[in-house]
T-cell receptor
Framework: NAGVMQNPRHLVRRRGQEARLRCSPM?????VYWYRQLPEEGLKFMVY????????ESGMPKERFSAEFPKEGPSILRIQQVVRGDSAAYFC???????????FGPGTRLTVL | KNEVEQSPQNLTAQEGEFITINCSYS?????LHWLQQHPGGGIVSLFM???GKKKHGRLIATINIQEKHSSLHITASHPRDSAVYIC????????????FGTGTLLAVQP
């Protein structure tokens, strides 16, 4: 049973470009969470999704960031017009149901030049 | 003030020592995670617990719901245990999000 998959593992973008980060949850998991870890800082919640629904996006910046978890395919975290401050590690986690243990992916390290 | 506090922030131990990392949280939670992260690496879930105690190999996690406090213990520490250990509170309900402590950087010297 494969774990949580994220790709790409490393992503380099120039300022103003778009970044798309993908997360495939563990088999059988329908709850996905995105977390961000800024350099030298702790992890922070961004968004919680269940298939086709955004449940809680209270940690998402109001502009340029969006997330989706379609019926088919991976969850996508999309950052438009990236800025240097978006450089961070973005981790995805999944769980089988609400309140169940969350399992983390390896993360995507985004560098904005 | 962070909702989840960890101590110590940094910890250096000699191989074989018994290690304790503490975590306290300010409001009621549904469960608490202990996570391990190696520098530049991914995050591994060590435990999720909502009461009592769990043990896995040389790792033991305890939680006291009334005191809003949890501890992670490592017995017979080894250099390969060197990593950042993070506690994260699960607030459950509709939000189901984790609130993370700042992490404890552990270095176990041979």
């Amino acid at each position: 049973n494969a774990g949580v998959m994220q790709n790409p593992r490393h992503l380099v973008r120039r300022r103003g470009q778009e970044a798309r980060l993908r997360c495939s949850p563990m088999k059988g998991h329908s709850h996905v969470y995105w977390y961000r870890q800024l350099p030298e800082e702790g992890l922070k919640f961004m968004v919680y999704l269940q298939k086709e629904n955004i449940i809680d996006e209270s940690g998402m910046p109001k502009e340029r960031f969006s997330a989706e978890f379609p019926k088919e395919g991976p969850s996508i975290l999309r950052i438009q017009q990236v800025v240097r401050g978006d450089s961070a590690a973005y981790f995805c986690a999944s769980s089988a149901s609400q309140d169940n243990e969350q399992f983390f992916g390896p993360g995507t390290r985004l560098t904005v030049l | 003030k962070n909702e989840v506090e960890q101590s110590p922030q940094n910890l250096t131990a000699q191989e074989g020592e018994f290690i304790t990392i503490n975590c306290s949280y300010s409001v009621g939670i549904s469960a608490l995670h202990w996570l391990q992260q190696h520098p530049g690496g991914g995050i591994v879930s060590l435990f999720m617990l909502s009461s009592g105690k769990k043990k896995h190999g040389r790792l033991i996690a305890t939680i006291n719901i009334q005191e809003k406090h949890s501890s992670l213990h490592i017995t017979a520490s080894h250099p390969r245990d060197s990593a950042v250990y993070i506690c994260a509170a699960l607030y459950g309900g509709a939000t189901n999000k984790l609130i993370f402590g700042t992490g404890t950087l552990l270095a176990v010297q041979p």
